[in-house]
Nanobody, 112 residues
Framework: QVQLVESGGGLVQPGGSLRLSCAAS????????MGWYRQAPGKQRELVAI???????TYADSVKGRFTISRDNAKNSVYLQMNSLMPEDTAVYYC??????WGQGTQVTVSS
C-alpha cells in the first residue's frame, strides 16, 4: 500500500521561502512520476509541478521561476522548493504519486 507523507508547510511572510518534502513508502518509488498539487479555500485542486522518472519537470505558469521540484530516489522522496512566495500561494499542498495515490496535505500560508 502506497503511503505519502508531506511535511515542511507553515506560515511565511510574502517574499519568503519554504521547502516541502514528501516521503513515500510501500512502492518502488523510482519508476513513477511524482507531482505536487495545491488547493486554496473555495477553489479546485490544481497542478503545481510534476517530475518524471527521468527528471523532466513541468510547472504551472503561476509558479514558473519561483518553485523547483526535485526528487531523490535513494530517499523515496520528492521536494518542492518555493521561493518568492506570494499570498496567492496560500493553499494546502498535496503530493501525488504516479499511481494516483495522494498524501494528506500540508498547509502553506503566506501572510504578513
Amino acid at each position: 500500500q502506497v503511503q505519502l507523507v508531506e511535511s515542511g508547510g507553515g506560515l511565511v511572510q510574502p517574499g519568503g521561502s519554504l521547502r516541502l518534502s514528501c516521503a513515500a513508502s510501500g512502492i518502488i518509488f523510482s519508476i513513477y512520476n511524482m507531482g505536487w498539487y495545491r488547493q486554496a479555500p473555495g477553489k479546485q485542486r490544481e497542478l503545481v509541478a510534476i517530475i518524471t522518472t527521468d527528471y523532466m519537470t513541468t510547472y504551472a505558469d503561476s509558479v514558473k521561476g519561483r518553485f523547483t521540484i526535485s526528487r531523490d530516489n535513494a530517499k523515496n522522496s520528492v521536494y518542492l522548493q518555493m521561493n518568492s512566495l506570494m499570498p496567492e500561494d496560500t493553499a494546502v499542498y498535496y503530493c501525488k504519486h504516479g499511481s494516483g495515490s495522494w498524501g494528506q496535505g500540508t498547509q502553506v500560508t503566506v501572510s504578513s
